[in-house]
């Protein structure tokens, strides 16, 4: 894949001011740390595994992060957003609850499991959900098109650009702490910042 910053690596700037020893320590763990199941049963954990390959690119290096890691372990320490939407059950339950609905799907629509279709029939099903074209009571009062939306889609969205890959190829030059960002305006940038390659 080509990206307008093809000859930036965010990760150049790790022994600059630009990162300071916590942000370093933050970067350690999403690059090498919490890559084991926890949470969900390994069933729903490959479940949720095939439907993060159809949803997350692999980035210009060639990395996917390792998003269902990253959200077994959020459900194993039950750490959320802080609210939910009025009718919706808890996190855990939500996952739970929306994971066994989209294989339902699956099998209402092939036959058999998410995890067994191929990658045309998984995002099918995925398509289908998120116009809501699907059982309703697969989803035992969970709202599915709220589910794939605001839950599932958000969640790894948010997750794959946290990760240093994502950052590269957009441009982000990490967070603003400790050097900060000055040229805030359109067309603006730092000095320190990634320039598009020409």
Same mark, same amino acid.
């Given at each position: 894949?080509? !990206?307008?910053?093809?000859?930036?690596?965010?990760?150049?700037?790790?022994? @600059?001011?630009?990162?300071?020893?916590?942000?370093?320590?933050?970067? !350690?763990?999403?690059?090498?740390?919490?890559?084991?199941?926890? *949470?969900?049963?390994?069933?729903? &954990?490959?479940?949720?595994?095939?439907?993060?390959?159809?949803?997350?690119?692999? *980035?210009?290096?060639?990395?996917?992060?390792?998003?269902?890691?990253? /959200?077994?372990?959020? #459900?194993?320490?039950? &750490?959320?957003?802080?609210?939910?939407?009025? %009718?919706?059950?808890?996190?855990?339950?939500?996952?739970?609850?929306?994971?066994?609905? /989209?294989?339902?799907?699956?099998?209402? *629509? &092939?036959?058999?499991?998410?995890?067994?279709?191929?990658?045309?029939?998984?995002?099918?099903?995925?398509?289908? /959900?998120?116009?809501?074209?699907?059982?309703?009571? #697969?989803?035992?009062?969970?709202?599915?098109?709220?589910? &794939?939306?605001?839950?599932? #889609?958000? @969640? /790894?969205?948010?997750?794959?650009?946290?990760?240093?890959?994502?950052?590269?190829?957009?441009?982000? %030059? %990490?967070?603003?702490?400790?050097?900060?960002?000055?040229?805030? %305006? *359109?067309?603006?940038?730092?000095?320190?910042?990634?320039?598009?390659?020409?």
């Amino acid at each position: 894949m080509d !990206t307008p910053y093809r000859d930036y690596d965010v990760l150049a700037k790790w022994d @600059t001011v630009s990162f300071d020893d916590r942000t370093r320590e933050e970067l !350690t763990r999403r690059l090498h740390g919490g890559l084991e199941r926890r *949470f969900l049963t390994k069933e729903e &954990f490959e479940l949720l595994a095939a439907i993060v390959e159809r949803l997350v690119p692999v *980035f210009s290096d060639g990395v996917r992060p390792p998003i269902a890691h990253w /959200i077994d372990g959020r #459900l194993f320490q039950n &750490f959320g957003e802080g609210f939910r939407y009025a %009718g919706e059950p808890p996190m855990r339950e939500s996952w739970r609850k929306g994971l066994a609905a /989209i294989d339902a799907e699956a099998r209402r *629509f &092939f036959a058999v499991s998410f995890t067994m279709l191929d990658a045309s029939r998984k995002d099918a099903t995925l398509r289908a /959900i998120q116009k809501g074209d699907v059982d309703a009571a #697969l989803w035992r009062g969970l709202r599915p098109v709220l589910f &794939f939306s605001h839950t599932l #889609l958000k @969640t /790894i969205a948010g997750l794959a650009y946290a990760h240093p890959s994502a950052w590269s190829d957009i441009g982000f %030059g %990490g967070p603003a702490s400790p050097r900060g960002y000055v040229r805030l %305006g *359109f067309n603006q940038r730092d000095p320190w910042e990634a320039e598009e390659s020409r």
